[in-house]
């Protein structure tokens, strides 16, 4: 570290220096990356140090210690360490385990190869060993194994394509390109002669920023700026090679920077839980004061202490004494075993989510993974799911699937076939070919003479011609690369209709129109911007005609077409209707330019170009003039495919009382058109639209439809609410906030277009403080991190290249439409579950060890105990262990596939009636009176110690044992009577737990003085197992318990019957499918219906030119811009009629 | 952080019902129309048992007499004023008599009830050693500290048996003599004092310490008998199989009671004449009045009893059996109420739909 300060302290005012092949002189931090918490030696500390900051754990340890103090504790020293070690221990495993598996993973990333120079040849080397300063050689395809400055390439002017998926979750390619003063330094000796350093800033975590020199020797310094850098994590796409030297490692690098520790979330319950917890505290605490004041009183009713009591040296009668006495007694109100058997159940639980075979994505062979298991329970209350859209409603994957042309459309096939919805929706991703553009029509039409021939011919032209798409020849296969995935589908399409692209030149394209080799000059490319929304390119055609093709927005393209134009009314309606499918239109249209027209515009152009000041503008215009009177060819239609069963699962989580807001990075356009083709949005919905530039407009804007909607606001309406980055920004301003949160929370589906990732991470944010309900955040690129970690619960979406979301979520998933049976299947079942778990085990603990307070009573407050010491600690870790995990594991309030086909029943565990405070007390009191029955009715039956059958008399430990018995049973057939689902695990629990305790009982009696514990107990089990007393009360006193419980709940069952008893009823019965009456029935349940599934019309007369009540655009397009290279000099540079520069590594020596 | 996450397919277990949780259930849904019968079965049930359990507690006889000798109250009272504010208090006896128009049905147990005594306190409860009373030697001289202040005498020597508890031994004692004809001679009723404590007790967990030379009072040597003894722990009884920690009387006052209120067996009546029962005729107890209950505001009473299946006259457990079974048919009504009115209410949705 002292080097690297000094280095700090030199002439740099920037953070680091690289010497250049001067290995020694760069010391920095490794390339081996650890994920894992704990190593051999500190995982002793570090554990305990963990556990006994959770607030239970370190009460127990706080009692323990009470325990050594002498004569304070009624139970011996060691009875609440033992159960405490078990419970340390247990979880302990747990924590190994799962730490073992990140060291194997991380063992695994360590020691993947790459190549470096080293002593002037390549050597194989593992990513650990790369040290700042190497030089690194990958290949395509190849994950980089640190950041790197890009030296040299084997592309055309030294560029190189990278996927940076993992980092940002953007799957277009990026480009970067190295210096040109590096950029011919290939071979080994160039580069082992290379001597120089690089200056550049300390770690960050900015992605898309970077700053640094490179001082060659002899030469003048050079700066080195983002698009020369190379981060760990990406993947070398489309580029032969190329060679970089490294600046960060290890934990220094981006990637590292930016994988911070997700928060740690805790669940809804997890907090309510804490609050009962403390609820318990505090009744311990009263209930200490009310025994030490009850000492009191029993004190000085008899003035001196009885006679037989016999005095003491110690000062008995302080009131902290006795304080600590009855802490110490009543202590195990707080269960002990709760934290470690949720633990557990929670464990299994996401075990059961890992195995699900109905979330196990065949295609790639994954599976759900559950990453925490802390939020189990979490999954069965979501109320608001913010997803993103690309790679996670959809496989960002385009087809062109329809066209119109000359006012036919084509490619309607399947949806005019059989169930178009079907066909449309339930693509999978990763089967392509029979779902692309198949209409043999299309064909027909242009081979038999078809009055639009000649149409189609230039139709698909265009679609060949007017692109920046990049073909790769590989044998006879032509694969393109283009940073658009719209024209990548456009030009496969027409490939496809044996129009195929073949060649790029620097200054032409070449294509076989139905075998006939075509070459067309490419004078001019008209670069696309979203502002324009449109692209056109000029050419001279093979006969020498010059010609403008364009292809764009409907809206722009419509404007500008000569009145000479066809179609345009047919095309029209078509357009329409591919926007109603949710599909990406572009219409297309040319023109004819005269040589005279084009050298005019030529001069203007030029002169454009070289302006310095609003180039962009400029351009725009001279752009712009000579776009006009366009010929109208048609239309494109293409599919954004979605995920499978996408709709479905929307309408079902839609009727299961989700809201879903769709935040994503991509375009208004786009985000509409996904809208459509998921059902988030339907035909007539209308949409409220912000896009302001000012504070002050969206403020206007917001407060106009909240104005407009007036008594409906705050209630929801079937209206989409639609969004802008920009405006989000003003919207989101402390001002605008509220209003802004009252309009969009009115809305049934709200759209966010063109997010930052801060900006979604944002909005997830605010509407979880603003509505307090369980957000939940899916998304699939590093751009949905911030909110995956935000919401409290994060969704990944897996199998993508891109890991980042994934490894910040707290699920993964591998199909959006999984989410349906995380949530309504395992999300409900597990909060019942969970939640009944815990109740029980407050339960228990109250039965049991209220009754110390009430042998208090008669023992004169002095903190006797009534039962077995060991018997008390061994309650929570054997007797009662087994119902609590029963519960945890196997508890089922109905079947899946009820689960599923009924997703109102979501509502249940939604709303989180059944586990609050109230429902704390309600159990508590219920236990109170079931641990008063189970006290008194024993202590009465054995009144006159006079029940044994040789008229021995009894004492206080035979009766405790009828009462631990009795509590046993008691507990064990409540646990049955919370159990909606019985298997064969819960039939061991329950009766087990019983029978273990009786043999239990029957051993620990006769183990004195053998063994030297429980003198007490000898001879309890022989005379108690045999008293007729013991049995008869075996039965009733269980049952008097009961018998409230059970009544009620029957009553509960006839008298108010919910859809959850309707169902259970319905599947106990065999029915499959419930009637349609017996729905009705209940109206609770019928009301919820309405209002999700079908929402009421909205009947709102705007007054503002913010809605769009019209028909939907169906405009999309997706191109890079504002690159490092324009989209002409990328068209320029390519000639892939030559081969790319040959490997400069063949003497690479591998280790 | 891993590339390597997707590769988790092959750690898959089977895919079992177990793993795709549908192990086959049972769903249990209770409603007034399935509980309606189990009430009113249970109920009936319980009624039946309630009555046997009532009549066989009432058939089981017991006789019970208070000789605290609060003043007025029979001739105790002359022990109790004597005892009154002396410690320890002077050796007095008293008697009770009483007579039976009848057989006191047998076999016949006497007990003595003490109230108002609480064995629960903790600190009485703990205050003795349980090793000393399983014959351990080194226990024998080093008492644990839970028995303090009773742990060693003034004189430094180990108390044996330490304790509160044994400190408090109940000292009184009583016989019983019948007088068979009016104005008769009385003659001694045999008590039987052995027998009255729990097996285990007796046989496990009380031991006598081995004795030095075949003596008992040897292997005490070195001990001191708890302050309010009067006699050392190896003279207890002069039989040898009732002395020291293992007699019966010391044995059956150790298990401590649950309750303030608390009775203790003193002997069986189960011999010559008298083992069918008691004849009628005139009895008399004498009692020998020492241990001090006016203290503690505590009563002591002398209770014969016979002993059933059920052990002694308890007629709590017939009642709340009758209870129960009463409430269970109670509940069953209110069922056959609900079940009814919704049923109806059902039927008419259905009607009207």
């Not at chain 1, 059970?1046 to 009553?1051: H, L, N, P, Q, Y």
């Not at chain 2, 014959?135 to 644990?144: D, E, N, Q, T, Y």
């Amino acid at each position: 570290m002292g080097w690297r300060q000094s280095l700090q302290g030199a002439d740099v005012p920037m953070g680091r220096t690289i010497y250049l092949n001067e290995p020694l002189r760069n010391a920095f931090c490794e390339n081996s990356i650890s994920t894992a918490k704990y190593s051999m030696w500190s995982f002793l500390p570090r554990y305990l140090y963990l556990q006994f900051s959770k607030t239970a754990n370190a009460f127990f340890l706080f009692i323990t210690i009470l325990q050594q103090i002498p004569d304070v504790s009624p139970t011996g020293k060691y009875t609440t360490l033992v159960p405490l070690l078990v419970i340390l221990v247990i979880s302990g495993i747990k924590e190994i385990v799962e730490d073992y598996k990140r060291h194997m993973a991380d063992k695994l990333v360590n020691s993947k190869n790459t190549i470096v120079l080293r002593q002037n040849a390549w050597q194989m080397i593992l990513w650990k060993e790369v040290n700042v300063g190497d030089i690194v050689k990958a290949t395509n395809g190849q994950f980089l194994p640190a950041d790197m400055v890009l030296i040299s390439s084997s592309e055309p002017q030294a560029t190189c394509f990278v996927a940076t998926s993992n980092l940002d979750g953007e799957t277009n390619l990026k480009i970067r390109q190295a210096l040109s003063e590096t950029a011919t330094m290939k071979t080994e000796k160039q580069l082992s002669n290379l001597s120089g350093k690089i200056k550049c800033e300390e770690p960050n975590f900015h992605f898309n920023s970077f700053a640094g020199t490179l001082y060659l020797n002899e030469k003048s310094p050079i700066s080195i700026g983002p698009d020369q850098v190379l981060l760990r994590g990406t993947q070398l796409k489309n580029t032969e090679w190329i060679l970089g030297i490294v600046v960060y490692t290890g934990f220094e690098t981006k990637f590292m920077q930016n994988a911070v520790k997700s928060p740690l979330k805790r669940s809804k319950v997890e907090k309510v839980t804490n609050m009962q917890i403390l609820v318990l505290f505090l009744l311990l605490l009263v209930m200490s004061l009310v025994s030490c004041v009850g000492a009191i009183y029993w004190k000085d009713r008899y003035r001196a202490e009885p006679w037989y009591i016999g005095k003491s040296d110690y000062d008995y009668h302080s009131f902290g004494f006795d304080l600590l006495v009855f802490i110490i007694l009543y202590h195990n109100l707080i269960p002990i075993s709760l934290l470690v058997t949720l633990e557990i159940v929670k464990y299994i639980q996401a075990l059961f989510i890992n195995w699900d075979e109905d979330m196990h994505f065949k295609g790639s062979n994954v599976y759900a993974m559950a990453r925490t298991s802390n939020l189990n329970e979490e999954l069965g209350q979501v109320e608001y799911l913010f997803s993103d859209k690309t790679g996670t409603l959809t496989c960002n994957v385009m087809t062109f699937k329809k066209c119109s042309i000359a006012g036919i459309t084509y490619g309607d096939l399947s949806s005019k076939s059989d169930d178009g919805a079907k066909g449309f929706s339930q693509s999978p991703c990763f089967i392509s070919d029979t779902y692309e553009f198949n209409d043999p029509a299309l064909l027909q039409n242009f081979e038999n003479d078809h009055p639009t021939k000649e149409y189609i011919k230039e139709f698909l032209t265009l679609l060949c011609v007017c692109h920046t798409v990049v073909p790769e020849r590989e044998g006879n296969n032509i694969s393109y690369q283009a940073s658009s995935p719209d024209e990548a589908a456009l030009v496969k399409g027409a490939k496809k209709l044996g129009f195929v692209f073949t060649t790029r030149m620097p200054n032409s394209v070449t294509i076989e129109a139905m075998g006939e080799e075509l070459t067309f000059e490419i004078l001019n490319v008209l670069e696309f911007s979203s502002n324009r929304k449109r692209m056109s390119i000029i050419v001279r055609t093979p006969e020498g005609r010059l010609r403008l093709y364009c292809k764009g927005a409907d809206s722009v393209i419509y404007e500008r077409l000569s009145e000479n134009s066809l179609f345009v009314e047919e095309t029209l309606v078509h357009l329409e209707n591919f926007a109603k499918e949710g599909l990406r239109t572009l219409c297309v249209a040319y023109i004819d330019l005269t040589e005279i027209e084009y050298e005019q515009w030529l001069v203007m152009y030029k002169k454009a170009i070289t302006v310095v000041k609003d180039r962009m503008k400029t351009l725009e215009d001279c752009y712009d003039s000579i776009e006009k009177k366009f010929l109208l060819l048609g239309a494109t239609a293409i599919e954004d495919r979605l995920q499978a069963r996408v709709p479905e699962t929307i309408t079902s989580l839609l009727k299961a009382n989700i809201k879903i807001w769709v935040l994503t990075g991509d375009k208004q356009e786009t985000a509409i058109n996904i809208a459509y083709s998921c059902k988030l949005l339907s035909g007539q919905m209308p949409r409220i639209q912000l896009n302001a530039n000012s504070l002050e407009a969206t403020q206007q804007v917001i407060s106009q439809n909240c104005q407009d909607l007036g008594a409906l606001l705050g209630k929801e309406n079937d209206l989409a609410l639609i969004i802008d980055g920009k405006t989000l920004k003003y919207a989101l301003h402390v001002e605008v906030r509220k209003c802004f949160l009252n309009l969009a929370l009115s809305c049934r589906t709200v759209l966010c277009c063109r997010l930052s990732p801060l900006q979604k991470a944002e909005i997830v944010d605010v509407v979880k403080k603003q509505v307090k309900a369980i957000t939940l955040a899916i998304g699939d690129g590093a751009n949905d991190v911030g909110m995956i970690q935000t919401a409290h619960v994060g969704v990944g979406i897996s199998g993508n290249e891109g890991m980042l979301a994934t490894n910040n979520s707290d699920y993964a998933i591998a199909q959006f439409s999984y989410l349906e049976k995380l949530l309504l299947v395992h999300g409900a079942w597990n909060y019942f579950r969970v939640t009944k778990c815990i109740l029980y085990c407050f339960y228990k603990n109250v039965v049991l060890y209220i009754i110390e307070l009430w042998f208090a009573i008669v023992n004169g407050f002095s903190g006797q105990i009534i039962f077995e010491r060991w018997c008390i600690s061994l309650y929570n870790v054997i007797f009662t262990s087994l119902p609590p995990f029963t519960l945890g594991i196997f508890e089922r309030c109905c079947s899946q596939e009820s689960l599923l086909r009924y997703p109102q029943l979501y509502r249940i565990s939604q709303t989180g009636d059944i586990f609050n405070i109230k429902v704390l007390w309600i159990q508590c009191i219920n236990a109170i009176v079931h641990s008063f029955i189970l006290f008194w009715l024993p202590a009465k039956m054995l009144e006159h110690d006079m029940v044994l059958q040789s008229g021995y008399t009894t004492d206080y430990l035979f009766l405790g044992n009828f009462i631990y018995t009795y509590v046993v049973v008691t507990v064990c057939l409540k646990a049955g009577l919370e159990t909606m689902s019985w298997n064969k695990f819960t039939h061991f629990a329950i009766w087990g737990s019983i029978m273990i305790w009786l043999g239990f009982f029957a051993v620990y009696s006769s183990l004195w003085p053998t063994v030297p514990v429980a003198p007490e107990m000898t001879g309890q089990g022989s005379m108690a197992l045999v008293c007729p007393h013991f049995w008869l009360g075996f039965f009733i006193v269980p049952i008097v318990c009961l018998i409230q419980n059970v009544a009620w709940k029957s009553i509960r069952n006839t008298c108010h019957r919910t859809l959850l008893e309707e169902v259970r009823e319905m599947e106990s019965s065999g029915v499959q499918v419930l009637r349609r009456d017996s729905v009705q029935r209940s109206k609770v349940e019928e009301v919820n219906l309405q209002r999700s599934a079908s929402p009421r019309p909205c009947h709102v007369i705007f007054r503002n030119n913010s809605v769009d009540l019209g028909a939907p655009h169906g405009y999309a397009f997706s191109q890079v811009e504002r690159a490092v290279i324009s989209q002409e000099e990328l068209v320029r540079s390519y000639d892939t009629t030559k081969n790319k520069p040959q490997k400069t590594f063949s003497s690479a020596t591998l280790e | 952080m891993t590339w390597s996450a997707t590769a988790r397919g092959a750690h898959q277990p089977d895919n079992t019902a177990f793993t795709q949780q549908r192990l086959p259930a049972w769903h249990p849904l209770l409603s007034a129309s399935i509980t309606l019968p189990l009430f009113f079965c249970a109920g009936l049930a319980f009624i039946g048992l309630g009555l046997g359990l009532y009549y066989s507690s009432n058939g089981i006889k017991e006789l019970a007499y208070d000789y605290t000798g609060d003043s007025g109250t029979g001739n105790c009272s002359v022990c109790a004023m004597a005892g009154q504010g002396r410690a320890p208090p002077p050796p007095c006896s008293c008697a009770w008599y009483f007579s039976l128009p009848e057989l006191f049905q047998g076999p016949v147990y006497l007990y003595y009830e003490l109230t108002n005594f609480y064995q629960n306190n903790r600190r009485y409860g703990v205050s003795r050693d349980d090793s000393q009373l399983s014959g351990l030697p080194s226990s024998l001289r080093h008492p644990v500290n839970e028995c303090a202040p009773y742990q060693y005498s003034a004189a430094g020597l180990p108390i044996a048996p330490c304790g509160a508890i044994a400190n408090s031994l109940f000292n009184d004692s009583f016989s019983l003599w019948h007088q068979r004809q009016p104005s008769g001679p009385y003659v001694e009723v045999p008590l039987d004092r052995t027998g009255i404590a729990w097996w285990t007790d007796y046989h496990v967990k009380f031991r006598n310490p081995p004795l030095v030379n075949g003596s008992l009072a040897l292997a005490f040597q070195g001990t001191a008998p708890p302050p309010n003894w009067h006699r050392p722990v190896y003279e207890l009884s002069p039989d040898p199989n009732n002395t020291g920690f293992i007699n019966q009387d010391f044995v059956v006052w150790m298990r401590t009671a649950a309750l303030p209120t608390f009775r203790k067996l003193y002997a069986r009546i189960r011999q010559g004449n008298y083992s069918a029962g008691l004849p009628r005729g005139a009895y008399r107890v004498n009692i020998t009045y020492n241990y001090p209950v006016r203290a503690f505001n505590g009563h002591k009473s002398l209770i014969f009893s016979s002993i059933s299946w059920m052990g002694g006259k308890n007629p709590f457990l017939g009642i709340a059996y009758l209870l129960v079974g009463s409430l269970c048919i109670l509940v069953g009504f209110v069922m056959l109420v609900v079940y009814i009115r919704y049923q109806d209410q059902n039927d008419d949705e259905e009607d009207d739909e």
